[in-house]
Each structure stands twice: as structure tokens, then as C-alpha cells.
């Protein structure tokens, strides 16, 4: 055991139980209760219907199910709001492998993570979506462009929000800076998590301004 773990021993971010034994990130009893999604194998899935209804996409796929009475959801909280980066590396990971192992998304070219805004991204320190886009683009080996969709308009949180809520904080807040850069690709836009599909939709639409454009989804949650 190192000085460090001695002092400061790494917890379960799920279970907040210690980890012991060569346990990394999530303890062994977690993640055998994991409430993964297997969207990856499953054609028209509940992420695919529910975008579909909005915007045209080809693929969608998430890691998990989102439930409030899972101590999974913690995971996913502590990556976003509270800057823990390896965890949210851990899951992206796992999706990674998940989406290289199933053959999902085997006409991407490149990947896009959903901007946030620069006053938001100050205030977190970090742009969630972009550490999940780098890590799956590690499994799947293609490239993550940012700087062309970019958020124009900075909205809220949304997670208090309603449906509606949701639709109107982000409509009109993305835009393309350079559409031909999108022109006859099949993108790969990648969220952190997937509750009404109002973010995917208001980025959807900007990407699909592109000329030839294809788009799928990627996520680490879906919220049932």
C-alpha cells in the first residue's frame, strides 16, 4: 500500500465503500450490480426512439440505465459537477470497449462532444462531454473535432428543469462556425447524460445544416 492510499485511501464513488484488493475506481461488489443499458446491441432502443421523435440520427447507444433509487447515479454526478475526471475516464472506458467489441457506430469518422458554454466550462473547469469523447475515440480510433459546434448562448443548469424547460434554455443556443467541415460525415455526437434529448436535439439540428451529413449519439446515461 502506497504512503498516499495510507492517508488518504480511495473510496467506491458508488457505494463510498473503501476499495481494497487492486480494486480501481468502482469496488468489485458494484460493479457487479452495474445497470448497464446494452443499447450497443439493440437496434431501435428506448435512446434511439426517443430521438427519432426530434431529430434524424442513424445510431444511439448509452452505457447505463439512469435510475434514481440506483447509488450508480452518484458516479455519474460526482463526474460532472464535482470534477472527478477518472471517474467519468473509468465509464467512458467501458463504453469504449463496450462499442469496439459490438461493432456500433462502424461508419463514424469523427467524434463531437457537446460544447459548453465558456463561462460554464470556467466555472467546472472542464468540459464533461469532451473527456468522454477523447476516451471513446481511443477504443474506436477516429478523431474528436471541437470548435465547430460551438454554444453561443449560456442557459442554466437543466437538471431541475421539465421537459419544456429543457427545450426552451437550450433552443438556439449552438451554432456550426464552419458547417463544410461536417460536409458528407457520419458524426458521432457524444453527452453525458440523455434525459429528454433536448441538448442532443437543439445540436442535432445545428449538425444537420451540414451538407451530407450522418449523425449518431453516444452517452453515458440514459434516464429511464
Known sequence: MGLLSLFFPQVCPVCGGMLVGGEKI?????LSDIPLSYFWKWRDNP??????????????TTLLLYRKESSWKEIIHNFKYNGDKPAGR????????????????????IIVPVPLHPLKKWKRGFNQASVIAYELGKFMGKP???????????????????????????????????PERFSDLHILLVDDVLTTGATIEACGKQILKADGVTLSIAALAFVE
Open 26 to 30: 468502482v469496488c468489485l461488489k458494484c
Open 47 to 60: 435512446a434511439e426512439l426517443l430521438l427519432r421523435e426530434r431529430i434524424e440520427i442513424a445510431e444511439a
Open 90 to 109: 473509468y465509464l467512458s472506458e467501458m463504453l469504449g470497449k463496450k462499442i469496439a467489441e459490438s461493432g456500433y457506430f462502424s461508419g463514424i469518422d
Open 144 to 178: 474528436v473535432i471541437e470548435g465547430v459546434l460551438k454554444r453561443g448562448r449560456y442557459s442554466s443548469t437543466q437538471t431541475s428543469k421539465d421537459r419544456k424547460g429543457r427545450i426552451r434554455s437550450v433552443e438556439g443556443a449552438f451554432y456550426l462556425k464552419h
